[in-house]
């Protein structure tokens, strides 16, 4: 571990306002972490309240602070069947990582520890080279990434968590993850006693996995009419018609073509696109009713429709009954970024590269191995290769948390 | 309203709990020629269950009726046998169906409260088309319907808004009933029924029902003892392959493979052959994994493979085949088709 992000990480406990540790029902959760310069976890641990947990933090600086998303009667027995669960949050996982965005080939690279190939970009599932699977990435994040996980949030919130499932924003907790990406709390009593069946439920339907649109309003009458859901109507429904409204509205028809399958329906298509858009919008709603546009193409019309509505997060954080988590408001020890809770209002306009650096005061210098371009606050430099740099101290702690750089005299 | 003949239709109800609870029973007041109907209901109840028949529908005496419903669930926990339980339970959830499906909406909503503090709210709205009548919160619904194995009970669709999950009649009644079944299952994991704690007059009708018991029992535990190769779900075919091919399998593809093996009677050493092909193989943490996963070491507990949803989730999921329509746990396909190819076989050699 290096000494300057030992004394930052040490300074940023020891000044932490303890309210910045508030999170629901502290005591029934396990507190587990990675200490600086260590790499095995430390679990089971409990504490009563906010000013005990400080202290500890303070004594044993971590690394890494996680909280148990499960509420347990003993949270620090050591034996999992032995804590008495007594319910979890619902969490949601959004991850930068996970979702392919044509940034990556500018920050990310990877290896495979088979052959050593190597490329740049989102990692492959197995190497192309010698179809292995064991493959190391390094990856790096942009604005455009933390963009789009922000938008993966905004979805999530504005399309399911409040209109589908009721949920009001007051139950909602988000938290900036403090690497790439960010995490949602549901914390209502109604999910906490949700089975892991019951929470992959809700992570199916928010990535529409198993979605049929047959079971959403589509289908064909007797007379070979077919029938499609409102734009008026809520859950699938109204999103199916809402998109396969704005789709149609907007695609081109080579797009429409590869869709359908069919160069002649593509066209037919196209040419009655107002008259679709005029018959989908009205109320009772009418569906195509064009020659060659039967139910099967209207499903694949709108299966690509609500592609961009289907939500990337990383399921098993979701069914996961006993999860650890970050813990709000801590620092992340590979950015050396806080894990920053962030109110709804203030998301739209949060910049994890500025809002989540904790420390600003002078500078330091630093040895950088090697970077992709790399902004922290308003501070940016490379791409760059074995350079000696003296830059502001949030980007410095950021370099060498995340490996790339190391101190040289 | 519930009234006493509601009570009798859903013995199950707290209101019927309570119903019970004021006669203030003891296992010795129920052995006395006084409540020798009501024993002799009790019994007929487990019976059915046992026979795989629903318990009669119409209720005669509904006094009998409610009091019998605790004393037959006494006998079936008595009785120490998980194939009772699962028998019981699925009877008691048709009759519970058969009934609550004609029911009056408001009755439904009143079973649901009191059964299982269900908010069932009573609607007539149309949603492209579709009438619905009842709506009820999302985190009840997942209480049971992912029990359900066909696709159109997903949440994903369902109509869904507000946090409430719309439904019809017939929907409420299947997820109410389940809902019933697996409360029954759950308790036998709770309940602790000592057969010396009754009286001879009930233990001799405890001994009637374990010889019915052992006349109706099919063993079905006999498909497992041979390796039927031809029986493996598509998901663990496309698995092996990839290892037969020295690829390297993602942790949860490998804890997948290795249960199923182990679980169809494949020991440790067959399990590790399949495993010899992959160019990062460590014989020895192979063994240990193994080894922990067959329950030989470490926390004793044999684990199972993953059931149909999980492995879907995971990616793991090839599609499958017709037979994987009726199955949701890889194991059960395999026991379905190892029990179908021995009988063919079996015929074969017969004819």
Redesign the interface.
Known sequence: MHREVARAFKEYYQTLDVGELDVKGLQEREIALIPLGHETMIRHIAFPDTVALKEYLMENVPAHLYYSSAYYREPQAPDMNKKGWKGADLIFDVDADHIPTLCKVDHDTWTCLDCAAKGAGFPPESCPKCGMKRIETTTWVCDKCLEVAKEEVFKLIDEYLIPDFGVSLKEVEVCFSGHRGYHLHVQTEDVKTLTTDGRREIADYVRGVGLDPKHQGFRVMKDGSIIGPDLRDGGWRGRFAKSVYTYLSRCTLEDLKAVVGSDEVANTIMRNRERLLRGIMANPPSWMGLRGVELGRTIRIAKAAIRDLLCNIDERVTIDIKRLIRYPNTLHGKSGLKAAKVSYSDLESFDPLKDAVVFKSGSIKVYVKEAPRVRIGDYEVGPMRDVQLEVPEGLGIYLLCKGAAELRE | MLTIDDLAKYPFLRRASSFVESYGLTFQDLASEEYSYVVQRAVERVRCGIEGRWAELNVVDPETEILAYPLALAFVYGLKSAWVVRRFANSEQKRCFELLKNEEKEKIAEVGKDGFDWDLEGTELT????MFDFSL???KY??V???FHS??W???????????VYLKQVEVARLLSEALKLKILKKAEEEDIKKFQMPEKLLLKLEGLEKLIKETKIYDEDAMVEVVEEAKPPCIVALLKDLAAG????HMARFTVTTFLINTGESVEDVLKHFSNV??FDEGKARYQVEHIAGLIGSKTKYMPPKC??L??FGLCVGGDAYCKKVRHPLQYYKMRAREIKRKKGWEKGA
């Open positions: 949603v492209s088309g579709v919160p999302v985190e997942l209480e319907a992912p029990s696709p159109d997903k949440l994903v669709n369902r109509h869904v808004t507000g946090g409430r690829k390297s399998l993602s160019a990062d949803d999980v879907r989730s």
